[in-house]
Structure formats: structure tokens, C-alpha cells
């Protein structure tokens, strides 16, 4: 543990790492520009600006559409943080904890939501469920009556943001089931107890710390849903974020807007606190001081097994169906699109030729590959300085910088943007007297900010794991700090840089809820096109379209995927079989210190 610097050896400190003074004022410059100012200029328009009046208020009150709006987004929350949690365990359980036939397979087809996700999921599902879908065509077929928008209101959106979001549970509670104590299983099974009653009594209440996280996670993803109630929620069920949309491009309706958003990031501070004191009161743990390599349970009911089977593969067609389509009829031609036939003779590449040799059509693909490749190259640089200056000093300023990058996570995406908006639509000094809107460079800079509390926790573990005596050893050659950090900390921490910029280029390809509000009015992101087409009544050319883009950035969400867990794994399993070829490597590096 490192031990506060008092004020004279901050200064003294500073003097000898000019570098660190440097980076130190960008830090205060960024953290002011872009985490503070724009939420506390967002929070006095809110309350004290010309649209925001005690009327405008009164006005909330009075709206039942902004009034249903708050129910709806709160319902959704706490229907989501239900239904996910049911389903996200369910599918660990059968891939991690029961020896379930196929489980690798199960496994395979419940972390796709790994590679599409965010407006391409939920467009993948409207392609298939929608009014003019591949199973609701195929339905109509069979029953000429039944309403084509069936796929629209609550439960769609429940639906599809239930099987969309178990990516946490995939993601974290996988690891804690792998982490429990074998003997601890085996133990309740020679007391006499069933298989049942272990995981109630045994595994949910270690695993309990990592499901109270993961509800928070899907709580506050329901109460800042996008992209689902906008494409499917219909005239019937609107949250908050799609309402803000529309009422900030409508004259005089800007102040309602404002305070919807207001309204939504306060409850999610509120939520934040209650459910930290939740988690605080009750933590559970493995007392078994000599643990075991967990073995997978069998199931002995053979009726039970069998339920447990059918459920797990009937929701293993449900999350790979989609993809499944997507993929196939990327390779189709309109016609037999449009008429839902699957024939050899129907397939072609001319699907994929009309995109890449269209410029009008590929635009937006390069547009959105670099918007995100600029932002997850700005973010784990910004992100890099700020962790290694808390790794090197321990004072006020790095616990402020360290608690400054943790302010994205308490606000949804949408009043991100919305702070951005309000902030530089006028010329502000901070930013050397320039207007973002309509520029390339806020959009950027909104993508690096929402990146930052996910990038600046995973990278400050990489930073805990290293090994300090070899930052010591350096200096006691002589090393300094730059010269340190470019030779020996750089290079431990690499691995994990270079995952999470991937990481972060993979998730801001498609996005829409951030592009949606500050994308350059003449370079159209991906995401606003697919948004637009799946808004007007698709023809086969269309829905060509989209599902080759949604097939090309599945391929690269694929790729990336592997790239990132097979360099995390490596990372992981590699610190303790090559300690010694490590220490061996950075000696040989210490003895070039000039």
C-alpha cells in the first residue's frame, strides 16, 4: 500500500517528472471540458434555464405522454432486471453448472449477443418478428387474419432486451460459478440435499454478489432503453430516452426535454446509491479452505432433465436465429427476400457487390469505422494517463482524476449527449472559443466519454497485477520515469490496452443512441442508416442492405471477440507459468537503462 504524499513532496515530485505536470493539466483540462462542465451546465439549465421554468415543470406534470413515458421506463427497468436475471442464470447454469448434452454448442449460441447488439440486434429481431418479418410472412401465410404488428409494445421489447442484455450474466457470472468450491457441492450432496436446493442454498448465495451487480447493470439499461422502444415499442409503450429524441427536435419542447433527461439521471444516481447499500449488506463467500476444480452436476430426474434439455435449446434457437437469418440472407437476392425462400438457386454475392461498390452505400461504413477507431485510440490514451499517474502518485489529485472518470457511469448515454449539446452549442473558452455541433470532433469526444469508466477499471487491475519491483529496480539504475514507463510498464500492460481500444471499436461501430443527437449532418454513421431503413416499409433491396451490413460488423465483432479473449487468456494464464521468463525479460531490459 502506498502512503499519501504530504504537499511538499507532491511539489518536489513534480519537479523531478515535468511529464507528469504535463499530463496532469491535460487530465484537468479534459475532466473540465467533458465530464464536469457539460453535466453541471446540463443540471442549471435544467433547473434555471429559459425553457425550464416552474411552468415548464408544471407542463411534465400535466403531459400524460411525458408522465407515461416515466411509468413505462421504470416498469421496464424493474421487468428487466426480473426476466434477465431469470433467464441470464438460467443459460450459466446450463453451460457452467449442469452437465447438460451439447453445453459447448448451448454455450456458442448464447454469447452471440457478444457480436451484435445495440440497434443491429434489435433490427435483427424486427427483420424476424416485425410486421414485415420472415416469421410473421410465414405466419400470415397460415393464418391470413392475424395482425401484422404483433411484434410491437411491451413485451417485444422485454422480449428482445431480455436476451440482448444476459451478455452480463455470460460476461461475470460465468467466472463466479467456475470459482465455486467443488467440495462445498459435494458436501451438501452427502447431507442428503438436492440438486435444486444447492443452488438455492449453496451456489446463488456465493454467486449473490456478482447477480446484485449484474441487476444494477440491467436496471439502469431498462430505465435508459433506447434503441428497443424506438423500433419496437410503438404508439403503446415509449420510455424516456425515445421521448426525449422527439421532443428535442420539436420547437418549445426543448425545456420538457431537458427535464425528462434530468429526471432520468437523477434516478439513476438514486438507484446507484441504494443498490451499492444493498450489495454492501450482504456478501457471501466460499469458507472451504482448501478448494477444488469444480465438476459439472448431473441432473438424476430423468423428467427434470429432460424440461431443463428442451428449455435450453429452445432458448438456443431463439438467440441464434436471428443471426442465422441475418447471415443467410445476406447471401439472397430481393425477390426471394421479399417472398421468404430459402433456395440454393436464390443465393448470391450481388448483394454484397451493390454495398462495396456503391459509395453511397459504403460511406457509412467508413464513416462509422473511423469515428470509433479515432475514440478507442482517444479513450485508452486518456485513460492510459490518468491510471499510470494514480499508479505513480498517491495524493488528492489522482484520487480525484480516479473518481472524475467513474461520472459517465452514473448518467445514461442520453444525457451525455444531451450535456454536450447545451454545453458547446456557443463558443466557450474552454474550448478556445469554438462550436462543436455540427462537427465531427463532439461526436468523437462523446464516444471516448461513455468509454471511460468500463476502459479506466479494467485498465487500473492491469496496472494492480504488476509487479513493483521492477519499476524499482529501474529507478535504482538510474531509469527515469518516462523511460520506465515506455520499457517495462507499457509493455505489461499492452495485452490489455490493445484489448480494450478493440473492445471499445467493436461496441461504437453500430451505436445510435450518442450518433443519433451529434453526428455530422453530412457524414451518417452506420448506425443512423440502418435506423433509417428499418423505419420506412422495407422492399427486398433494402433488407438486403441491412443484413450485409449487419453480417459484415457480426464478422468483425467475431473477430475482434476471439482477438480480445484470446489475448486476455493468454495475459491470464501466462503471469504465473511465465514469471520467470518475465522477471528474465525485463532484467534484460533493465541492463540497456543508460
Known sequence: MKAAMSPASILASLRKNPSAVFIGLFLVWFIAAFLVFPNVNFIVLSFFGDDASEGMIRKLIDSPIAMRGLRNSFVLAIALSITTNIVGIFI????EYFDIKGAKLLKVGYMTTFVYGGII????????????GVVTRLLTNLFPEMNQQWFQGFWPVLFVMTVATTTSHMMFLTNAVRSIDNFTIEAAKNMGAKPFYIIRRVVLPIVMPTIYAVTILQFLTGLGAFSAPL????????TIAPLVLQLNSIPGSRGLAIILSFILGLATVVLLTVFARLQRGGTYFSISKTKAEY???KIDNKVLNALVHVMAYLLFAIYVLPVIVIVLFSFTNATAIFEVRFSLSDLTLQNY?????DRDRIEPFFNSINFSALASLGVVVVVLMGVHLQHRFDNPFTKIVEYSFLIPWMIPSLIIALGLLSAYDTPRLIMGNRVLIGTVAILVMAYIVSKIPMTSRLLKASYQSIDSEYELAARALGARGFYIFRRITLPLVFPTVIALAVLSFNSLLADYNLTVFLSHPLREPLGLMIRRFTNIRADGDTQALIYVYST?????????????????LKVRDGRGKARGDRSALVQARLSRVP
Open 295 to 297: 465438476v459439472k452436476q
Open 552 to 568: 459484415v460488423l457480426m464478422a468483425i465483432a467475431g473477430v475482434t471477440v476471439y482477438l480480445v479473449y484470446g489475448v486476455l
Open 92 to 95: 450459466v447454469l446450463v453451460s
Open 231 to 238: 423500433l419496437l415499442g410503438g404508439r403503446d409503450f415509449q
Open 121 to 132: 440486434l434489435v433490427s435483427g429481431y424486427l427483420m424476424l418478428y416485425g410486421q414485415t
Open 353 to 357: 457487390i451493390n454495398v462495396f461498390s
